[in-house]
């Protein structure tokens, strides 16, 4: 039985990185940027207000009894303003929140802090210069960095293209990953007295590869018989599908026939089983030119190997830097199997500057309940059967993609 490092060393050299290809904004999610984006603009386009009320110039009020002055017109959001259009001595536009700002007034006072009488407006306070104004390029100057090649994209990513007018980015292309669930207990209405149980890992393994940047495609079910699944096998590698997963069958019962099937097909196998928990049985393979991870069917076995393993492969084919761990310290001590290197649901949180880490009850394979209470994996070392509280140890959010890198 091989360690993770040394399985991890095997599958990031099996991987390829992927070329780039040109997407829309609105397909970019979780997509990695190939390209340093700078702001081709401003943003704000032109000085407006950011409230409902009257623009004027500060230095009328020095002449102005009251601070009255005389309402000239109104503006709107989205209306056009001649830069020839002076503000007359002693006036004051009414405007509307986001409408341009007339480019010789300094101040907008918000209407609730006014009084109107006709043609005429009342200020109850003297503002300040630059109150309540949006200045041109206060958000974005021209040559702002708004995101850097490796940058996985977050919805606020597309904002601000959108808001920049950069319709089109370039990405790296996404790996396909087609699915495969065996087992013949798994049923779409398990009926009572069945034996059937839901296909719970299909859906999760669909969300969790689209989050990170693949193409997912779930093949369906396949009973413990081998022939359907090799006939599935030999059409992805047939396709050139990048990724094949299945999940289930690779472990030591009569009906795990995933490894025998995969030599049946003369696939190179890398290893199979490696020192963990959970998830140990895994199988990694490749057929051609599609790599083959056979992961066990427990659940959070198959988070464990997507998390660990996958995503790895992934990271490497999509050009991204190994994810560094943080070290926590662990709260309770915990005990854990000689020789095998723990991956553990867990809650983790930042105490008086310390990352502090909880291992959460119910580490068992099957069971999903404590991982809605999770955010994050505690790393466990291979050696020892204990890790005594206080002790420092890896953690790694549950989620990379929720993670984001810094410009
Ligand atoms: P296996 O790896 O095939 O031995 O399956 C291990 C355990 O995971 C068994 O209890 C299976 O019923 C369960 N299991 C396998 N596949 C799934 C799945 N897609 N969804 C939920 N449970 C599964
Ligand atoms: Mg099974």
Redesign the pocket.
Known sequence: MISYREAIEIITAQSRLLEAETVSIENAIGRILTENILSPEVLPPFSNSAMDGFAYRQKDLDHSERWTLNIQGTLAAGDSFSPEAKTAFQGAWEIMTGAQVPSDCDCVIKVEETQRNGSQVTLLKRGSSGDNLREAGADFKVGDPIAVKGTRLLPEHLMAFAALGIPNIQVRKRPTVSIL???S??AESPEKGSGK??????PYLVAELRALGAEPTFLGVVEDEPRIFIDHIKAQVEKGTDILLS?????M?KY?FVASALRDLGAEIFFHKVAIRPGK?LIFARLGKTVFFGI????V??NVSLRFFIEPYLRASLGLPKETAKNFRIKTTIQKPEGLKCFFKAQSIFHEGQGEVSILAGQES?RIAPLLLANAWAILPEAGTEVSSGTLIEVLPLHSWTEKETL
């Open positions: 669930s065996t087992g207990e798994l149980i839901r296909n719970s890992t299909a999940t289930g069958a690779v472990s019962g795990d049985p066990p069917g427990n659940p076995s198959t099957f």
